[in-house]
């Protein structure tokens, strides 16, 4: 049994169990996240009407392309996606756990690292979620493996899949060309080599991506597809929250002041508005950090560093720190010019303070062995690593099988067309064509403007329960249905009527 043990490759184990769970999850997925929507409506654009018109659909078109690509194997385009999601995730773990192994192969800690990026709570919540993150983070993580053997070796193998793994990242996200060049500098501090040998190794690497990256525009370009002009795009998005913060407009800064300080103290307060916002940004910036590594992680990691547990050990290498602050730097930018974070940005630089916690456990385990508290700590951390998992894998939120019920409704109720404000309605329905396009927020002008006979269905939070409300709109509406049965209506399925 022992040599059996001793023969399994933990990180492929760790792999299996990943695709594993992404196959018990899909049978118990929710519903589809409003991002999958538009890569969905994407890809089958791709399938219909060729790359050009799924561009002009959605610019960042890699991933359903992917999709719509697997989708044609005799896969549902959803089904696609999630499959998709679970080679990535399998990836993920198998790099995780790699690169812990590059610093010591330890079976009892490369266990440890398998079993923390399995059960890691804000990494995991998104298997039930259609997300090009994941190809992201999966290929970042995988080219972070192969750069930290080839900084050691400098072997040229190691150095084409980082740069062919970070390639393949920038179809996700556009930041990985970031990482792509910057990550060669954490050479220049490799002590087993010349500083002259680390120079030439970093430029070396620099001057090759820069020069893929010209020739894939160059060639791009020639095949019609004008890979600048899609960048443009993309920043074009942010093109009015520069202008709010290079040259706001005085209007919009007296009515900043007057809503922190208040009316009568911004006359004495306003001009350090800005100060005060940045101040607030840093919080933001902080809350999103902690809540992206998680707190079972987060207060095991400071617990374990004011206990000393782990003075010499874990991970200290220069790639590591590279990734962390590069993320860091690129949070930084995207928070001050949008003002706002979610944790899904700061994953890799969760990933990064979470190799460390195999390192912590096995130095906890290691120092109590033989102690009184040895039995204590081992329930201790059998107990963490479950919450962790029920924290990663377990929904205790309300079903939504309403929406389900609604969509079947709809798609075999008689209409002359369906109007509605859920993407989950009008995709699952197969009754609007642009689900992608779909508007949460229902103006009455919509309502007012349909046909009568047509289908009105409505996710009723708080805006449109107003709206439905109004007199001046109710009498537009005639409601035919309404869901969940029992209880208060969360859709409500109108026909459209003359008043």
């Known amino acids: 049994m022992n040599n059996k043990w001793q023969q399994i490759d933990i990180g492929l184990a760790a792999a299996a169990a990943s695709l594993l769970l992404s196959f018990v999850f899909f049978f118990f997925k929710g519903m589809p996240n409003d991002d999958a929507y538009t890569y969905l409506r994407t890809a089958e654009i791709f399938l219909d009407q060729g790359l050009s018109a799924a561009i002009a659909n959605y610019s960042w078109v890699s991933y359903p392309v ?9 896969f549902s385009l959803l089904t696609a996606a999630y499959v998709l999601n679970a080679l990535f995730y399998a990836l993920i773990v198998y790099s995780f756990v790699n690169i812990v192994r590059f610093f010591d192969d330890s079976r009892l800690l490369l266990g440890l690292a398998a079993l923390t990026v399995l059960v890691f709570p804000e990494l995991n919540e998104y298997r039930e979620m259609v997300v090009r993150d994941v190809g992201f983070w999966s290929l970042s993580l995988f080219g972070l493996w192969q750069f930290l053997q080839y900084d050691k070796s400098r072997e040229r193998k190691h150095r084409l899949l980082f740069f062919f793994a970070m390639g393949l990242a920038a179809l996700f996200r556009v930041e990985a060309v970031v990482y792509l060049l910057l990550t060669p500098l954490a050479l220049l501090s490799n002590h087993l080599y ?71 103290a911004a006359n004495f307060s306003g001009e ?21 590594i998680g707190g079972p992680y987060f207060w095991l990691l400071v617990w374990g560093y004011l206990k000393r547990y782990l003075p010499n050990a874990g991970v200290r290498a220069a790639p590591i720190t590279a990734y962390l602050l590069i993320n860091l730097g690129l949070l930084l930018i995207f928070l001050y010019v949008t003002r706002f974070l979610t944790a899904r940005y700061a994953i890799l630089f969760a ?45 205790f939120g309300r079903s939504k099988d309403w929406l389900m019920d609604a ?93």
């Open 407 to 499: 969509a079947d409704y709809v798609s075999t109720t008689d209409a002359g067309s369906v109007i509605t404000n859920n993407q989950s309605i009008a995709y699952f329905s197969g009754t609007v064509e642009d689900y992608d396009k779909v508007v949460r927020v229902m103006p009455a002008e919509a309502i007012r403007n349909a046909q009568p006979g047509d289908l009105i269905a409505i996710e009723l939070f708080y805006d449109m329960r107003v709206l439905v409300e109004n007199p001046a709109v109710a009498l537009y509406l005639e409601q035919v249905a309404a869901f969940p049965a029992e209880g208060e209506a969360q859709v409500g399925i109108y026909r459209r009527v003359n008043p």
């Open 272 to 292: 350090y508005v800005y100060g005060v916002i940045g101040l607030g940004l840093l919080f933001v910036l902080a809350m999103t950090l902690f809540y992206a």
């Open 351 to 395: 990933l990064m303070i979470v190799l460390q916690v195999p390192f912590l456990v096995r130095a906890i385990l290691e120092k109590i062995k033989g102690t009184e508290w040895q039995n204590t700590l081992q329930v201790f951390f059998i107990l963490f690593f479950t919450y962790c998992a029920i924290d990663a894998y377990i929904t």
């Open 194 to 264: 010349s500083p002259a040998e680390n120079r030439k190794a970093a430029l070396s690497l620099t001057a090759m991506s820069i020069e893929a990256g010209i020739a894939v525009v160059l060639v791009l370009l020639l095949l019609g597809i004008n890979v600048v002009g899609l960048l443009l795009d993309r920043l074009a998005v942010y093109q009015l929250f520069l202008v709010d913060v290079f040259n706001p407009a005085p209007s919009l800064l007296a009515a900043r002041a007057n809503a922190i300080f208040g009316e009568f």
């Open 66 to 74: 992917l999709i719509a690509l697997l989708g044609s194997a005799g």
